[in-house]
């Protein structure tokens, strides 16, 4: 391990990057909001996959290799990046829920928000339902799953690497294998249970560690380019070291960020919910994600379009913007009880945009950039066990039922304790294919036995 005076440094900042985060965020907001105007948008989850996968490779391959990696530091800033924005919104949702959600609907909540807390959401949805099915639209905390996948990644990845790395072990041939194997968990998962294929990280992990792949071969050409002594993290691949591109390196450049480009529009535009994902189709974003990372921040898409100064602010703040939109749509759909108004719709992506530059500003930056001080890490991990805790017991305590909302609770489970089958004289007035006998009226259904009664058809 790494003396206490190391530092774990981080890659070189790219605002391509951040433009990048933008092409993500933006379609996923849009499918939410405006399912039938951009299919796929929902691919943009797999773009975030590619370029965690890539950043946190890099800083973990750069660092074990001039032996300044240290856990503490790595979960202290991932701490720092995550907890933050993610404490602000569970809060919300447990304030809004409180006062908006029925009593089933608040215990479900909290069940969620200890599982966003737990970091475990994927395992959680997969056990309720399909993320496409019509209850999920009234999940305030439904997109956590891709959040979870993320942060599970972050705890299994750098574990894996450091024991290779202390072994001596070669950790292109453990990245390669990992991602090949998830890779073929996820075409086989498609087949057997698309539920499982879409939330778990056994099937989704190999579109991080396609930019760990990338990160490994981006490193590797800059120390070659700089004829350098190969570091021992690459000398353990047989000596293979990719050299850097020929004289039309540039042209090679801009054609691999156009073809990048290319591909995310077409997956945004012909993917669909409908389809088999992740299976083969989530090759289309990851393929586009990493062909534009690997194009570099000179070529042309990565210099006009994505570092263009808006695109990076979106990127910017593309995090708590990912979090902030889902809850505020879904809340919407809740209290009116259907598709909320377009008026509606539009008026809380105005909001999240909003929020999600305030928290940016004044909770993120503050958070992850200010003053330096022991304690914060400390307090926000306390703040999240807390927040855990307390949707475990929301949970336990059935949704807290003495809320005032759960007035008009008592009254729809009086209406849903009615008992239909008897008053409508289920399989004899009212007909039912599934019983038996069930062909005709009988004739205590007709004004042949009771000319006051009235006979209705529906």
Not at 332 to 355: S, W
């Amino acid at each position: 391990m790494p003396s206490s005076s190391a530092r774990l440094s981080a890659p070189t900042y790219r605002p391509d990057i951040d433009g990048l985060r933008a092409v993500a965020v933006i379609p996923v907001v849009v499918f939410h909001a405006f399912p039938d105007s951009i299919k796929g948008g929902f691919i943009g989850v797999d773009i975030f996959f590619v370029i965690s996968g890539f950043l946190i490779s890099t800083i973990l391959f750069e660092n074990l290799a001039r032996g300044t990696f240290s856990f503490s530091e790595f979960y202290a800033r991932r701490i720092r990046r995550i907890f933050p924005a993610l404490l602000l919104v569970l809060l919300f949702c447990c304030l809004i829920g409180w006062f908006v959600l029925l009593a089933d609907e608040y215990k479900r909540l909290g069940r969620h928000v200890a599982a966003g807390a737990g970091f475990i959401s994927n395992f959680v949805l997969w056990k309720e339902a399909g993320y496409f099915d019509t209850s999920a639209e009234t999940k305030p905390l439904l997109h956590l799953w891709s959040l979870a996948i993320e942060e599970q990644f972050y705890i299994i990845w750098p574990l894996l690497l450091w024991l290779f790395w202390k072994r001596r072990k070669s950790v292109i041939i453990l990245t390669a294998a990992i991602t090949a194997a998830s890779f073929a968990a996820n075409l086989a998962g498609v087949h057997r249970d698309l539920v499982f294929a879409f939330f778990s990280p056994v099937t989704r992990f190999w579109e991080l560690l396609a930019g760990g792949l990338l990160a490994w071969y981006t490193l590797a050409v800059k120390r070659s380019s700089a004829d350098v002594q190969p570091l021992p993290l690459f000398r353990k691949a047989g000596g293979f070291l990719p050299g850097t591109f020929a004289s039309d390196s540039r042209t090679a450049a801009h054609l691999c960020s156009l073809l990048g480009l290319s591909l995310l529009v077409f997956g945004f535009l012909c993917i669909h919910k409908g389809d088999s994902f992740p299976g083969l189709w989530s090759i289309i974003p990851v393929a586009g994600a990493v062909l534009l990372i690997a194009a570099g921040p000179g070529a042309v898409v990565n210099r006009t379009l994505l570092s263009h100064p808006l695109a990076v602010w979106v990127g910017l703040i593309s995090f708590p913007l990912y979090l902030w939109h889902w809850p505020l749509l879904s809340f919407a759909r809740i209290i009116e009880g259907e598709m909320p108004r377009l008026g509606m719709r539009l008026a809380m992506v105005g909001a999240a945009v909003v929020l999600s530059w305030l928290t940016y500003r004044f909770i993120e930056q503050r958070v992850r950039f200010g003053r330096p001080n022991p304690g914060k890490t400390p307090a926000l991990v306390g703040l999240m066990v807390l927040f855990g805790c307390a949707g475990l017991i929301t949970s336990k305590n059935s949704g807290w039922e003495f809320r005032p909302i759960n007035a008009l609770n008592k009254e729809i489970g009086q209406v849903q304790q009615y008992d239909w089958n008897a008053d409508y004289r289920r399989g004899t007035c009212f007909l039912d294919a599934s019983i038996e006998k069930s062909d005709a009226f009988a004739d205590v259904c007709t004004t042949v036995s009771d000319p006051d009664r009235p006979v209705v058809m529906l």
